[in-house]
């Protein structure tokens, strides 16, 4: 299984922007998706998963401002990501998990200026 983020960007404090993951390869069975960010300084920290269909779970932070989907027809994750704030500012990385195995993509970069 392989993924690639995409959607980064820089973004003035209050604007938005929707992040992609690709997932490719085998992806058949039971799954989990979710988003993760490290922001400078600090630990990598969820923002927001996918259980299972119609299942999702937000970090406090994330709750009311970034909305994630999935598209199983073509099997991309989102992040749309609303009313950014410069503490919103790092990496971005998207994570596939299935039979105890952990994939992550590359990570995008995401810069809010205040």
């Known amino acids: 299984v392989q993924l690639q983020a995409s959607g980064g960007g820089l973004v003035q404090a209050g604007g938005s922007l929707r992040l992609s993951c690709a997932i490719s390869?085998?992806?058949?069975?039971?799954?989990?998706v979710s988003w993760h960010r490290q922001s400078p300084g600090k630990e990598r920290e969820l923002v927001a998963s996918i259980t299972t269909p119609g299942s999702t779970n937000y970090a406090p932070f994330a709750q009311g401002r970034f909305t994630i989907s999935r598209d199983y027809a073509d099997n991309t994750l989102y992040l749309q990501l609303n009313s950014l704030k410069p503490d919103d500012t790092g990496v971005y990385y998207c994570?596939?998990?299935?039979?105890?195995?952990?994939?992550w993509g590359q990570g995008t970069l995401v810069t809010v200026s205040s």
């Open positions: 994570k596939y998990s299935a039979l105890q195995r952990v994939y």
């Open positions: 390869g085998s992806t058949v069975g039971p799954n989990g």
